[in-house]
C-alpha cells in the first residue's frame, strides 16, 4: 500500500514538474477546460434559478388554486373563447356553496389592455376588473390608500388602484390619491379617480400586479371594454377559484366542470367550451419543462468541454513528441510501462482538474454577476459543481489515455535515437 502511495505521489510530482516547465503552455490548454466548466457551472445555476423562480410564482399563488377560462383552449387573460363564454352568472353559481361545496372563494375577472395618461405621462399597462375579494385571494397589500370596494362594484365606479410600478412611472414620488387619470381603450376613454397605490407585490405567471391597474369588476365590463356576449350577457375573462384545502382540489375541480356542463347543455362526452386549469398540474409542468432546459443548458456547455479536452490530447501528444528521448533514457533505467502511462496520465489529469477548478471559481463569479445585475436569479449548487468537476476530470482522462499510451509503448531504443 504504501509503495503505490509513493509511486503516486511520485507521478503527481513528476506532472507537476513537467507542467510547471511550459507554464504557458499549460494554462492556454487549462483555459479550454477552464471555459468550458465554467459554461456549465454558469448555465446550469441560470437553469436552476429559472425553475427555482417559476415555481416559487406559481407556489406563492398556491397549489389549492384553479383557474377557469372560457374556450377549449383556456387562453389566461383572453377574450370569451366559447360561443357564449364565461358569464357572471357561471360565476354567481360558482360562488353557490351548495353547488361548489369545495370551493373557499370564488373570484371573477374581466378586463384587457389600455393606454393609461396622467398629464404628460401615458403608458400601456393591463386593466384589470375586479371584485374586492381579488386583494385577499392575491395577497395585495396597499401602500397607500384603498382597494376597491362592494359599493364601487355595485355603482359601476370610476375610481382605480394603480400597481407599484405603473404608480411609480406616472407620478414618480407624487402622492397621486385623488388624481384624475385617463384611461383609454378600443372601446372608450374614461377618466377615474385613483383611490390606492399597491406596494410592490413581485411578478407572477397569473397575476402581474405591479404593472396593472385594477378597476371594478362591473365598470371594467361595462366603462372601459364591451363586456357582453352575443346575447347581451355579462361576461368574465376567468374565474378564480380556491379549494378550501389542496386536498380538495380535485374535487373542486370535479364539481366546477359538472357545474359549467350543466350550464352550458354540455354532455358528459362533449368537448368542453371552457377549461380548469389545475395549479398543480402547472407546477409540475414547469418543473418538467424547467428540468429539461437546465439539462439542455448544460449539454450545450458540456461541449466547450469536450473541445477543451481536444486541446489537452493535442498537447500531450506534442509533449510525448517532445520528451521522446527523456522516456527512452528512462525506460533504458528500469522504468515500467506502467510507469511512463502514469506520469503522462497524471499531467493530462491535473491538467483537467486544475481547469475545472479555475472553471468552477469563473463559473460562480459569472453567476454573481447575474445576480447583481437583478434581472435574474442564478442558483449554484453543489450538484452542478460535482457534475463540473467530475466531468473535466472524466475529459482529462479520456484525452488523456491515447497519448499516455503511446508514450508507454515507446521502444526504448528508438525512443534514444530520436531527434
Known sequence: MRTRLADLWENIRVALDGLLANKLRSVLTMLGVIIGVASVVALLSIGNGASASITSQISSIGTNMLIVTAGGMGRIGGGPGG???????????LEDPNQVTAAAMVVPQYGGEGQI????SNLNASITGVPPAYQDLYDLTLARGEFISSSEVDKRAKVAVLGATVASDLFGSFN???QKIKVSTFGATVSLTVI?????????????ADSSIFVPLSTAQTKLFNGRNSLGQLVVNR???MAKSEALVDTAQTQIDAVLRDRHGLEPEEDADFRIINQADMLEMATSVTSSLTVFLGAIAGISLLVGGIGIMNIMLVSVTE???????????GARKNDVLGQFLMEAILLSLLGGLGGVLVGIGLSQIVNLTGTFNSVVTPGSILLAVTFSLAIGLFFGIYPANKAAGLNPIEALRYE
Do not use: C, F, W
Open 83 to 93: 360561443s357564449l363564454g364565461l358569464t357572471m352568472s357561471d360565476a354567481e353559481a
Open 117 to 120: 395618461i396622467y398629464g404628460d
Open 176 to 178: 397621486p390619491i385623488g
Open 196 to 208: 390606492g397605490v399597491l406596494d410592490e407585490q413581485g411578478g407572477s405567471m397569473l397575476n402581474e
Open 239 to 241: 374565474v378564480n377559484v
Open 323 to 333: 520528451r521522446t528521448r527523456e522516456i527512452g533514457l528512462r525506460k533504458a533505467v
